[in-house]
């Protein structure tokens, strides 16, 4: 069978190519390895999806299987390794290969760790990988962000107008980010940026996050926010030349790569903000153009 569309990923971008692709007639199946719903299962609260006030990354992933499970939509547990271009796209699994005029590549990335002991038990619980997600469960308190870049750099100010003081702390001598945000930082009195700095040790007391033993000093803190680096997940395109900057695929409005009938929409995609809202969108406008694309008979 030839498909209409094959999504690869059931995170928030692909559950929502799926609900736009199924409803608008479309013939398209998912193919996903691991938990359906994504990424957001890792997150301890989700309090900036429109709609729900409060919920956990858990259930919300839950509540998005759900509703894909409602669509009727075939799902495969298979992980897919290869797709390769042609006049029908074929997508390669390790068990199977399946066919299909477009593929939307739903495949996220994952936050790099620090390595430390303990982090993985502690993450959601005082170790978060993204400010805009949980910076608002640190108000007034004291925390730290990890990393020299421009994500750590926009961490650490958007941190500094929720939490009473937050630290910086660079691995290097410097920091590889803007200038601009540096001065920006360097601005605030509730920042303090520490160069040559890392962290060795969390310090826990009574099953919570109260400090990090660094090679410098001891600080007090509630929260560690980590900022060195994704790694969107890419080694599905071993066959296609998709364009890509820095290991993210470049789309145009329509979410279409280089490659004609290949979409990407969500974390994988280079944008400005990775955020489930921005996953979603991205869903709906690839599933909702290969409709409008398919019902023109394949015209652009
Ligand atoms: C800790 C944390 C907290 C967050 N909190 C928030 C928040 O509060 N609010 C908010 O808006 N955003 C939050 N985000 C960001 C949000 O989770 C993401 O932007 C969004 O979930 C991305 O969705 P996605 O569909 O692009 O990818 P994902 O959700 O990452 O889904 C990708 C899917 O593809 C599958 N996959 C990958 N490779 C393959 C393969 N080879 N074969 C088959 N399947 C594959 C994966 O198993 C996964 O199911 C948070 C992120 C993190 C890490």
């Known amino acids: 069978m030839v498909y209409d569309v094959i999504i690869i990923g059931l995170g928030a971008s692909g559950v929502s190519a799926a609900i736009y692709a199924k409803r608008s007639g479309l013939n398209v199946c998912v193919i996903n390895l691991s938990t359906p719903g994504g990424i957001i299962s890792e997150s301890s609260i989700v309090e900036n999806y429109p709609g729900i006030t409060s919920i956990s990354g858990t259930d919300l992933a839950y ?23 042609g006049d029908t796209k074929k997508v390669v699994t390790t068990n199977n290969s399946y066919e299909a005029k477009n593929v939307i590549i739903c495949s996220g990335r994952k ?34 962000v990890i990393g020299g870049g421009n994500s750590a750099l926009e961490s650490v100010l958007y941190l500094s107008n929720i939490c009473e003081y937050v630290y910086l702390l660079v691995r290097k001598d410097k920091t590889v980010a803007d200038e601009s945000l540096v001065k920006e930082a360097k601005s605030k009195d509730n920042i303090k940026i520490m160069y040559e700095t890392e962290i060795k040790k969390l310090i826990i007391n009574d099953s919570k996050i109260v400090g990090v033993k660094t090679n410098k000093e001891d600080l007090k803190v509630d929260g560690i926010f980590v900022n060195i680096g994704y790694e969107p997940s890419i080694g599905i395109l071993k066959s296609l030349n998709i364009e890509m900057d820095n290991n993210y695929i470049i789309v145009d409005k329509n979410m279409e790569t280089n490659i004609k009938g290949i979409f990407a929409c969500g974390d994988i995609i280079k944008k400005d903000l990775y955020q489930l809202v921005t996953a979603v969108s991205d869903g709906a406008i690839a599933a909702n153009y290969i409709s409008k694309k398919i019902r023109n008979g394949n015209k652009n």
């Open 111 to 144: 936050p790099k760790k620090l390595g430390l002991e303990l982090e993985n038990r502690y993450i959601g619980n005082g170790i978060s990988y993204c400010a805009v997600c949980d910076g608002n469960l640190y108000k007034n308190k004291i925390t730290c």
């Open 63 to 85: 509540q998005f299987f759900e509703h894909f499970n409602s669509l009727d939509v075939p799902l495969y547990n298979e992980e897919v390794i290869d797709i390769i271009d």
